[in-house]
């Protein structure tokens, strides 16, 4: 793999970290939008895919409620499957363009819901009815673009839960998805051992990222820098739509 390729995957890799140690935001919700404005999205996703699993793991590790997370959302959880396979599946078939235009306005859609802090309240008993449909919705949104947390992250928090069933149920959801796009990915040949190779090897910039982020995150103002993140976030997915 090109040395320019390398350098760009790295730097991506500990900036998105970082930033996600420092400001809370989702590693893959930074990392992907920033490295797919300099390579193709088809390269970007596997070589982010294997850190972010990473991080996903580490964080349920230290969850709570992960049982009742299990028992209460796995409907939104299998039925994310055949929305992933078919996300994969127009993603081989389209190619680079399509996928970078999705991505983009989901970055967008996704800065513009926190940085508005959007407050939806659904009722727990439309809750069975939902998690189905937004399941298939989101799996398919990942297959295509390597992004999880449209809609199921604005989902879960709509159904105002406690804050440790909350990480638990984002995380377990994140993590299923994540493991079923790598075969997948592995499916349809997006992985090389080089690719694999660079992403495995991701896990260190992406450790010492957060690391380094969580340590600085005492020391400035977080919810400016925050906003700052969320801000450029805005602006790289509309470069991605206009540069696909």
Same mark, same amino acid.
């Given at each position: 793999?090109?040395?320019?390729?390398?350098?760009?995957?790295?730097?991506?890799?500990?900036?998105?970290?970082?930033?996600?140690?420092?400001?809370?935001?989702?590693?893959?919700?930074?990392?992907?939008?920033?490295?797919?404005?300099?390579?193709?999205?088809?390269?970007?996703?596997?070589?982010?895919?294997?850190?972010?699993?990473?991080?996903?793991?580490?964080?349920?590790?230290?969850?709570?409620?992960?049982?009742?997370?299990?028992?209460?959302?796995?409907?939104?959880?299998?039925?994310?499957?055949?929305?992933?396979?078919?996300?994969?599946?127009?993603?081989?078939?389209?190619?680079?363009?399509?996928?970078?235009?999705? !991505?983009?306005?989901?970055?967008?859609?996704?800065?513009?819901?926190?940085?508005?802090?959007?407050?939806?309240?659904?009722?727990?008993?439309?809750?069975?009815?939902?998690?189905?449909?937004?399941?298939?919705?989101?799996? @398919?949104? &990942?297959?295509?673009?390597?992004?999880?947390?449209?809609?199921?992250?604005?989902?879960?928090?709509?159904?105002?839960?406690?804050?440790?069933?909350?990480?638990?149920?984002?995380?377990?959801? @994140?993590?299923?998805?994540?493991?079923?796009? !790598?075969?997948?990915?592995?499916? @349809?040949?997006?992985?090389? !051992?080089?690719?694999?190779?660079?992403?495995?090897?991701?896990?260190?910039?992406?450790?010492?990222?957060?690391?380094?982020?969580?340590?600085?995150?005492?020391?400035?103002?977080?919810?400016? @820098?925050?906003?700052?993140?969320?801000?450029?976030?805005?602006?790289?997915?509309? &470069?991605?739509?206009?540069?696909?």
């Amino acid at each position: 793999m090109e040395t320019n390729i390398l350098i760009i995957a790295f730097a991506s890799f500990f900036g998105a970290a970082f930033l996600k140690g420092l400001t809370g935001l989702g590693f893959m919700s930074i990392c992907l939008p920033l490295i797919s404005s300099f390579i193709d999205i088809t390269v970007a996703i596997p070589l982010v895919i294997i850190p972010s699993l990473s991080s996903n793991v580490i964080v349920i590790a230290q969850a709570r409620r992960t049982r009742e997370s299990l028992r209460r959302f796995w409907p939104l959880y299998l039925s994310a499957l055949p929305g992933l396979y078919v996300g994969v599946s127009v993603l081989h078939q389209s190619g680079n363009s399509v996928a970078k235009a999705v !991505l983009g306005v989901m970055s967008i859609a996704y800065s513009l819901y926190l940085l508005l802090n959007v407050n939806i309240t659904v009722g727990n008993k439309y809750e069975r009815f939902l998690n189905v449909p937004v399941g298939i919705v989101n799996g @398919f949104l &990942n297959g295509l673009t390597g992004t999880q947390v449209i809609p199921m992250l604005p989902y879960l928090i709509s159904l105002e839960l406690h804050r440790d069933l909350l990480i638990g149920a984002i995380n377990i959801g @994140f993590t299923i998805s994540t493991l079923t796009l !790598l075969a997948l990915l592995g499916k @349809f040949d997006f992985l090389s !051992l080089d690719i694999i190779g660079i992403s495995v090897a991701g896990i260190i910039p992406v450790s010492l990222g957060i690391y380094l982020g969580g340590k600085l995150r005492y020391h400035i103002s977080e919810s400016r @820098f925050r906003i700052a993140v969320l801000i450029i976030l805005l602006i790289i997915g509309i &470069n991605l739509i206009l540069n696909r």
